[in-house]
């Protein structure tokens, strides 16, 4: 992780390099960053906290104060992936929603079950989550248990399936060769017509092919 930044009058000393740059942040917001960072620098093993800093990071534009995107935040001072940022942001979003919900009680326990629920639209969240406890009954309700049951909760996929184009190639020597032949009689003023007819019987057979 990125070195911690100190805030003097209104502006940042950029670790990396000491210089100062001007501060995006007031002081209050600034403060509100150096909490999240903390959070997140000491809690990892905490995930639902480090998720709740991070979008409050991400929706309140607390970056600001160190980069110009959230995607740049992520990367540069956090050291993480996109895909772990948002898993942590989606798991504690999930987690809130369904600790609010009286009638469930069994709840989420681990980020692995919570992860399996991002993809699902919120209002259907509380049914898959459900349907995953019931799948589950007295064995433990592993992220596989989730999978599972949110796939009948997740937006399917639009649009035809794509069709695979076979090319077939035609073998027309022998059509030819018949043809050759008709050919041949018919210059010496003979009768073609059983040329013809093994010609159209070949043709037939390789339409039907």
Known sequence: MAKKSEVAKGKTIDASDGQLVPSKLNAIQTQ????????????????????????????????????????????????????????????????????????????PLNEAQLRELIGVKEEKRIDAWKRAVELAGDKPITAKIVRKAAEKFRPRKSGKAKIKKVESKIDLEPALKLLGQAEKVAEKGGDVVKELAGLRRLLEGLAEG
């Open 32 to 107: 509100e960053l150096e909490k999240c960072e903390e959070i997140i620098r000491k809690g990892f093993g905490t995930f639902l906290e480090v998720g709740a800093a991070l979008a409050k990071i991400r929706d309140e534009k607390l970056f600001l104060g160190k980069c110009e995107s959230f995607d740049q935040y992520w990367k540069k001072e956090l050291g993480i992936s996109r895909a772990y940022a948002y898993n942590l942001i989606g798991s504690a979003e999930v987690s809130q929603q369904l600790s609010s919900i009286e009638d469930i009680d069994v709840k």
